[in-house]
């Protein structure tokens, strides 16, 4: 009983705010973006310049967890000058509520590309699309600065533009989490403050995309074949996958992933 009524109560105190609500006398809220393990976030109109930006707000129900972690991605932001980055404007306290202002940037998530538009990622594409990634990934890691939630909906694509965003789990090097990390060998090589965290969720998110052509020959899968079996890609893109999901003696760094990304998509 008590989960439940738990669960009623952090319905009722994360629930979005109004449509067309204005924050601070400044940003009127015209759409609700999404919501996250620990925080909301809104696309708003900024009253003073007419910009579109984006207001970001600590989930109520994670209390001082989430104010912590919304305070530590508005001072890692403003370490992180980087055209694929999102700039931090400013934040604030109002009603007790934390809020971070940032860069609207247009463009649509891998994720929706593949579930909702139906993308598909060949092989070389899928290549050339973490090349990208990781050459802002090496960015924020030379500045000591780990992102540690690296998936596809994190990644959005405008034209020939990469954008990384939410940075709510980031952490910079050598300092403790902040999150509590369960039991599971897949959790601990995702949010283990370590460059080793971010190059193993890229491995999986190059799978996804290779995954967006995979078609089933058989009406029903066999659960116990695994991708190297089921991807019809060369022998040098599974030897990075495997690399990067730690199968094979891991990358130490971005720039040795790209080195060989470099040296495959040379041919």
């Not at 600065?145 to 789990?169: C, S």
């Not at 040098?236 to 891991?250: A, E, F, N, W, Y």
Request: glycine share 6%.
């Amino acid at each position: 009983m008590w989960a439940y009524l738990k669960r009623v109560y952090e319905a009722w105190i994360d629930y979005p705010l109004c449509l067309d609500k204005v924050i601070r006398d400044q940003y009127q809220i015209e759409r609700f973006l999404g919501m996250g393990s620990y925080g909301l976030t809104y696309l708003c109109q900024d009253r003073k310049s007419n910009q579109e930006v984006v207001a970001k707000q600590a989930k109520p129900s994670k209390g001082r967890l989430g104010q912590n972690l919304l305070r530590r991605e508005i001072e890692i932001l403003s370490l992180l000058d980087h055209p694929s980055i999102p700039r931090c404007y400013t934040s604030f306290e109002e009603s007790n509520r934390l809020y971070m202002i940032t860069e609207y940037i247009k463009g649509r998530t891998v994720e929706d590309l593949i579930f909702e538009r139906g993308a598909r990622f060949g092989e070389r594409d899928a290549l050339c699309l973490i090349r990208s990634l990781l050459d802002i990934v090496r960015f924020i890691h030379e500045k000591g600065i780990v992102h540690l939630d690296i998936r596809i909906p994190n990644v959005l694509l405008y034209g020939e533009r990469m954008t990384l965003i939410d940075f709510g789990l980031a952490a910079r090097l050598g300092e403790p989490s902040l999150l509590e990390i369960g039991p599971g060998e897949e959790l601990i090589r995702r949010r283990t403050v370590a460059v080793s965290s971010d190059l193993y969720a890229i491995g999986h998110f190059l799978l996804f995309m290779l995954y967006s052509t995979f078609e089933s020959i058989d009406d029903q899968e066999d659960s116990t074949i695994g991708w190297e079996e089921e991807l019809s890609v060369t022998r040098q893109t599974k030897q990075v996958i495997r690399k990067l999901l730690q199968i094979d003696p891991p990358y130490v760094n971005a720039q040795s992933c790209i080195e060989d990304l470099d040296a495959i998509l040379k041919d």
